[in-house]
């Protein structure tokens, strides 16, 4: 008993909730056809887009295509004769017609459309001969170049899920570029630029304490460039490190509000950032030993100043204390000498 064969029926229509666009782009990719040919599918016709599929291959056909957002069905394909498909990668053979002599009507290779025979389609307008050849070819052309293979031996099917990685991949760390707003640094290497930035600023700030003595114009016009430097460097490294927390750039102006602007500026010296790639990037390079110098560096003179301002005010705090605790009064010397003089 022969096995049941089935066919893929197209109305042209999209899935509720489709854009009818969107539905010929995604046939257009998945049949390698152009617009136009895929513009004939929409003309209000049931088209039988595969023929002569077993029940497997047509529940294959029909998610592949329902997921693309076409309205399809699956009926059993009565008739005896292959069916042609008007995809690019499943042409069908290319039977002459003269070797269908026998029967009385044909079906367009192309749309489907069933007719007396005939060497033209009288829907679509093709020449059959002439289209049977170019899909043998086309076919032959697209098993060469076929990469995707589903089992051993069997070449790609175009409705296949892709085997590339979709998106873009993303190196395992970004790239550091210190005068850039893109991109992400950590903590440690924060901390290491902003040392670096301030000694590479320190000789300026003695040529420009320099050129005041000689002419106070130069002066004014090259501490206006150097503080022009040294905030644009400092925002570049600001939101780089806001970037690695996974936070918006624009965050780094709070620091300029009252109070949060202090409470910001201490996360960003000590929240950690994301693990792995967020929205703005993959993680920075792990950090060197010079970073870690440097970022030791940065805040040596921080703990100094904590420490200048800590000490003298524990002092006092215990200064204080001791003053304010209860004394032992001792007993004066006159006041023996006293009560033996009232005892006597």
Not at 217 to 231: D, E, K, M, Q, W
Not at 288 to 297: E, I, Y
Not at 325 to 335: C, G, I, Q, T
Request: hydrophobic share 45%; glycine share 6%; aromatic share 8%.
């Amino acid at each position: 008993m022969t096995e049941a064969r089935y066919k893929i029926i197209f109305d042209g229509e999209p899935m509720p909730g489709v854009a009818l666009e969107t539905v010929k782009d995604n046939l257009a990719r998945l049949f390698k056809s152009d617009a136009s040919r895929i513009e004939s599918l929409f003309g209000g016709r049931s088209v039988a887009l595969k023929r002569d599929l077993l029940e497997t291959e047509a529940d294959k056909y029909l998610a592949a295509l329902l997921k693309a957002g076409a309205k399809v069905r699956k009926e059993q394909d009565s008739s005896s004769d292959l069916g042609l498909t008007i995809t690019d990668q499943h042409p069908g053979p290319a039977v002459p017609m003269s070797a269908r002599d026998d029967y009385q009507t044909m079906d367009c290779p192309k749309c489907g459309h069933t007719q007396p025979k005939s060497a033209e389609c009288q829907a679509c307008g093709v020449i059959i001969e002439k289209y049977l050849a170019r899909q043998a070819q086309l076919a032959d052309e697209a098993v060469k170049a076929s990469t995707t293979i589903g089992t051993i031996g069997e070449p790609a099917s175009p409705y296949a899920p892709p085997q590339a990685q979709v998106g873009e991949s993303l190196p395992e760390f970004g790239e550091l570029k210190v005068f850039s707003l893109q991109g992400r640094i950590g903590r440690l290497r924060y901390l290491a630029w902003s040392t670096v930035m301030m000694l590479a600023f320190l000789p300026i700030g003695i040529l420009i304490f320099s050129s005041s003595v000689l002419s106070e114009t130069v002066a004014a016009i090259v501490t206006v460039l150097v503080s022009l430097a040294v905030i644009a460097v400092s925002v570049c490294m600001g939101v780089q490190r806001v970037h690695d927390m996974g936070w918006s750039g624009w965050l780094w102006l709070l620091n300029f509000v009252p109070v949060i602007g202090w409470v910001f500026s201490l996360l960003m010296l000590f929240m950690p950032g994301t693990a792995g790639a967020n929205r703005y990037g993959p993680p920075p390079p792990p950090n060197s030993r010079a970073v870690k110098v440097l970022a030791c560096l940065f805040l040596v003179p921080i703990i100094g100043i904590i420490a200048a301002i800590a000490i003298p005010a524990y002092q006092d705090y215990v200064m204080r204390a001791q003053l304010e605790s209860p004394a032992s009064f001792e007993a004066p010397a006159e006041m023996p000498a006293i009560q033996d003089q009232s005892a006597q």
